[in-house]
């Protein structure tokens, strides 16, 4: 790289080919497919705020380095440079990829470099249209990604693309970047209708210039918008297509691949906080998962379901919902109610989702194996690493007193592996005893008995705790000038901002934030105020 702002030219590749090097390797780990919800999901959530980023931003002074070392320019670097091998073809991708590695081996380059060296082979192979350097300063230029709008005019699809923020209430204006493309992008749009899945996906592009776009289609029951996710946007299809997939799913969910299931759920919960769908649709696209048996769309559904129960905690719906969350994890509960047999690579992370899930919303089976196990680990028992920190989490949830909270504090002293001492860590921050956790926190500014290093970590795992967000909020608020003096004014601290306020609703909370805010700088990627129709 030539500069700091192009940083995403070793960070982004590098995320991007990690995922290619571990398919290659072990191919059941579906690599490519989890790349969607390691990568593509987390950053959209970081991405969809008015406080991000572009990939691409100036850096004049030292103390901005360390700010472009983050989501953006590891995760959508790596999202859009899958776009861009996607819309390419792999052959002219991998073509202008070698190219660009021989031209500047011994040197730096900036990404103007790379887009001609693709330019040159996509000239060569595809012998297409495309702009290169065009199309992708479009993604890496300006901050944010389009929702692409999607009605149906007869067999056809009338397109529309809008910049899209989870906050309905947010200020656009207040954008910390100016976009040289007023959030307009360059989008390759692609699609598949019911009786084409066995053909290759439809590609039309939308220009930025461009208000409505038309796709030709046919007479199918339904379409799928962004095959196989490999677009950095999201898609609203029209009522009816909702409906359509959602009857699909609940009929044969077998026929929208994997990666598409996973980004109808993703969407359509993002889309109802965006205020853009209704909150039934999104819950219609969900009655099918006792029948999912993938973890792919599980992980896409894990972190939205999660979200959603933080959000109705406080609300009179939470009973009916944890009713809702255990029916539909019952099946899988049940085909892994030994925590400690041997399963696949993504079965272990499939039944950590399921125990996450089913303990969180009160499954008495579920919180009764936790307890089981918690004790066995207590008592210097073997418990599977792969189910530890559900284990430790609902374990201390249940039976988190002093004298437990003391015996698994002594674990953490004592264990010799990063790996343990931060699954224990996480246990410890579960505790409903105020008392422990105010402790815990004096422990963690204690760098005697928590290394400087997991500090962030420790505060951000208490403010998890429903019992012990007031703590770390009331803490922040009143230690931040120590906190700006140890840390400075890092993302870390920003982030731990974020966290700890990104689900509040009342207006009393709402209020708070307003007036810190108002009296300290905002640090970097703090909160947004998706949550507040909530309590409308």
Request: proline share 4%; net charge negative; glycine share 4%.
């Amino acid at each position: 790289m030539d500069w700091w702002d192009d940083l995403w030219l070793n960070e982004g590749f590098a995320s991007y080919v990690e995922y290619l090097g571990a398919d290659q390797a072990e191919p059941t780990w579906q690599m490519q497919e989890q790349f969607v919800v390691n990568d593509l999901y987390s950053v959209f959530r970081l991405d969809q705020i008015v406080s991000s980023h572009p990939i691409i931003i100036d850096v004049n002074r030292p103390e901005e380095i360390s700010e472009v070392f983050d989501s953006i320019s590891y995760s959508k670097g790596a999202s859009v440079i899958r776009m861009l091998n996607d819309f390419m073809g792999e052959e002219s991708f991998k073509e202008g990829l070698q190219r660009y590695l021989k031209k500047y081996e011994f040197g730096n380059a900036k990404s103007a470099d790379l887009w001609e060296q693709l330019q040159l082979a996509y000239d060569d192979i595809v012998k297409g249209n495309l702009d290169i350097a065009d199309i992708m300063d479009t993604w890496t230029k300006q901050m944010g990604f389009p929702v692409v709008n999607v009605d149906r005019d007869m067999n056809d699809l009338v397109l529309n693309q809008d910049w899209f923020l989870v906050d309905p209430n947010a200020n656009r204006s207040a954008a910390p970047f100016e976009s040289p493309y007023d959030y307009k992008w360059e989008i390759p749009f692609s699609s598949k209708f019911k009786n084409q899945l066995n053909d290759l996906p439809d590609y039309q592009w939308m220009e930025r210039t461009e208000t409505d776009v038309s796709v030709t289609g046919d007479n199918s029951d339904w379409y799928i918008a962004n095959y196989e996710e490999k677009g950095y946007y999201r898609v609203n299809y029209d009522n009816d297509n909702w409906e359509a997939l959602s009857q699909q799913l609940t009929t044969d969910h077998t026929m929208i691949p994997i990666t598409d299931r996973s980004g109808l759920l993703d969407d359509a919960f993002n889309l109802a906080q965006a205020e853009q769908l209704d909150y039934e649709k999104v819950l219609d696209m969900t009655l099918y998962m006792d029948k999912e048996r993938e973890y792919i769309p599980w992980d896409a559904a894990y972190s939205n379901f999660m979200w959603l129960s933080d959000i109705l905690r406080y609300q009179p719906a939470f009973a009916d919902w944890r009713v809702y969350l255990q029916s539909k994890t019952k099946n899988l509960l049940n085909k892994y109610n030994d925590w400690s047999a041997e399963v696949s690579h993504l079965e272990n992370f499939l039944r950590t989702d399921i125990i996450y899930l089913s303990c969180s919303s009160g499954d008495p089976d579920c919180l009764n194996e936790a307890l089981t196990q918690f004790y066995k680990f207590l008592n210097n028992e073997t418990v599977s690493a792969n189910v530890l920190s559900p284990v430790l989490r609902f374990g201390m949830e249940l039976d988190g007193g002093q004298d437990n909270w003391d015996a698994l504090w002594e674990r953490y002293v004592n264990s010799d592996t990063s790996a343990e001492k931060s699954r224990i860590s996480f246990g410890l921050a579960r505790t409903r005893h105020v008392w422990l956790l105010s402790r815990y926190i004096e422990y963690a500014m204690d760098e005697s008995k928590i290394r400087r290093g997991d500090f962030f970590s420790v505060l951000s795992y208490i403010s998890g705790n429903p019992v012990g967000n007031p703590l770390i909020w009331d803490y922040i608020r009143a230690n931040w000038e120590y906190l700006v003096d140890r840390f400075g004014l890092s993302r870390s601290l920003g982030s731990l901002t974020y966290t700890t306020t990104q689900y509040y609703s009342t207006e009393l909370k709402l209020q708070q934030m307003e007036e810190f805010f108002e009296k300290y700088p905002r640090p970097a990627l703090g909160p947004d105020h998706a949550s507040r129709h909530w309590n409308a």
